[in-house]
């Protein structure tokens, strides 16, 4: 199995401008979750979906991030409009039910 | 609610020394238990998992971590230390049982090997 994919890689944007982050989870997990990554914060859990229908918003930070899971296939992180504060990795991870979450190599997300 | 502690950030050993990473844990129902290695410029790896069966865990790349429940705590650790074992770890609590599949993390202890 190819692992979770993430996508871009890097991502560098000015202040303002709107970023998609993507994410691919492996074939047949049903639990997807979407967390930001700083060394102030540590990792923090943003959102998480079941069997594509989002259960847990309560980490997104405000209303300038959205996700979506159109499908069990893939998913998207929305930031509209970014700031230099959103700077972080983002890391996507999926799950089978309740076992283990596993990671894709993340999104490094650099605001100007 | 529940909450992860890791005690020291920075953990620094010589190879072929025996580590030990802290982890203690808050949780209002019966919790699985995780450590979660990560190297540079990667996402996180699991290298074990409590689940509530035996209390000693053990996991990838010769590491063991043993759940506690008096002490709360599920501490992280490798007999002898490889230069390669120098990453970032993470200990990560959820609930059993139910639907609730969030896992909580600590801030991470970041362990250096000197040869």
């Known amino acids: 199995d190819a692992g979770v994919i993430q996508s871009p890689r890097h991502e560098v944007t000015e202040m303002g401008q709107e970023v998609t982050l993507r994410c691919k989870p492996i074939?047949?997990?049903?639990?997807l979750f979407w967390y930001r990554q700083t060394m102030m914060r540590g990792l923090e859990l943003l959102i998480y979906f079941n069997n594509n229908v989002p259960i847990d918003d309560s980490g997104m930070p405000e209303d300038r991030f959205s996700a979506k899971m159109p499908n069990a296939s893939f998913s998207t992180l929305k930031i509209q409009p970014s700031e230099p504060r959103d700077s972080a990795v983002y890391f996507c991870?999926?799950?089978?039910?309740?076992?283990?979450?596993?990671f894709g190599p993340g999104t490094r997300l650099t605001v100007l | 609610a529940q909450s992860v502690t890791q005690l020291g950030s920075h953990v620094s050993v010589s190879e072929g020394a025996l580590v030990l990473l802290r982890c203690n844990y808050s949780s209002s129902v019966p919790p699985y238990l995780f450590w979660y290695v990560q190297y540079p410029n990667q996402g996180l790896q699991l290298l074990l998992k409590y689940t509530s069966a035996a209390t000693l865990v053990k996991g990838i790349n010769g590491f063991e971590a043993e759940f506690k429940k008096s002490e709360t705590s599920f501490h992280l650790t490798k007999p002898s230390a490889h230069m390669s074992d120098a990453a970032e770890y993470f200990c990560a609590v959820s609930e059993s049982g139910g639907s609730n599949y969030k896992l909580t993390f600590g801030k991470g202890t970041l362990l250096t090997v000197n040869p």
């Open positions: 991870a999926s799950s089978l039910q309740t076992d283990t979450q596993y």
């Open positions: 074939s047949g997990h049903n639990s």
